[in-house]
């Protein structure tokens, strides 16, 4: 946000120096693009993000919108009353253009030709740095060894059931060869699971973290959820197995 008010305020002094009104104009337009979206950012960006994301005044795309709005509002109804955006009659412009100082005018391309390189290379410095931001909190949970049955004891015993019969009959299947049967009964898994991650959660948040990240490995060996093909038979028995080991 910093860079384009820096250079649009850059621009305007060298405007207010003798460049050409309407190069600068330009320049200024340009650059009210970023600094737009960079404020917007900052508005409705939330004030604690994760790491390489921005943080703001967590105001919210909505309210952020409304101000948006309330400000173009204001600048129109202001123009419109002071008419102080009204320009020179073609013929007084031209006058205008005709006296002004040549040698301003170049003095001030010239400057904006090192404003060019100075933020070109401000970038590239810029881009070259290492990313510092907020460190990520370590998930420890998925790696914690818990003993069988551990994970789930705090859930009530027929919700676990139920995901280990459909965990049990995507095994049976897979062991079978039916690619089909044990897919569906993966899928029927993942989405039971899904479904009660708002109630089992909050029962255990460490055990809810440890069955998902065992669940996870097991839904991407049938490709569900990942963006892979499905991995041999073997390799499914094998998450299928750890994941009703850690169910108990």
Not at 228 to 233: A, F, L, V
């Amino acid at each position: 946000m910093l860079l384009p008010l820096g250079l649009i305020a850059a621009i305007t002094a060298l405007w207010k120096f003798g460049a050409n009104p309407v190069l600068s104009f330009w320049f200024a337009y340009i650059l009210t693009r970023p600094l737009g979206a960079n404020i917007g950012d900052w508005l409705a960006s939330p004030k604690v993000a994760r790491p390489g994301e921005p943080t703001g005044l967590a105001l919210g795309t909505f309210t952020t919108s409304l101000i948006f709005l309330g400000l173009i509002l204001a600048t129109v109804v202001y123009l419109m009353v002071t008419r102080s955006d009204v320009t020179e009659t073609h013929e007084a412009a031209h006058a205008a253009h005709a006296t002004g100082d040549p040698r301003k005018e170049r003095v001030a391309l010239a400057g904006f030709g090192l404003l060019a390189v100075a933020t070109t290379g401000l970038l590239g410095w810029a881009h070259g740095q290492p990313h510092v931001g907020p460190v990520p909190e370590e998930d420890n949970t998925s790696a914690v060894q818990m003993a069988p049955g551990q994970a789930v004891k705090k859930f009530p015993p027929a919700k676990v059931a139920a995901l280990k019969t459909l965990a049990s009959t995507s095994l049976k299947d897979a062991r079978s060869g039916n690619a089909t049967g044990a897919h569906a009964a993966a899928r029927s898994l993942r989405d039971l699971w899904d479904a009660d991650q708002a109630s089992l959660q909050p029962m255990d948040n460490i055990g809810w973290t440890s069955i998902d990240a065992q669940m996870d490995k097991a839904l991407k060996t049938f490709g569900i959820d990942h963006s892979n093909p499905p991995m041999s038979p073997a390799q499914q028995e094998k998450e299928l197995n750890a994941l009703l080991t850690d169910m108990g």
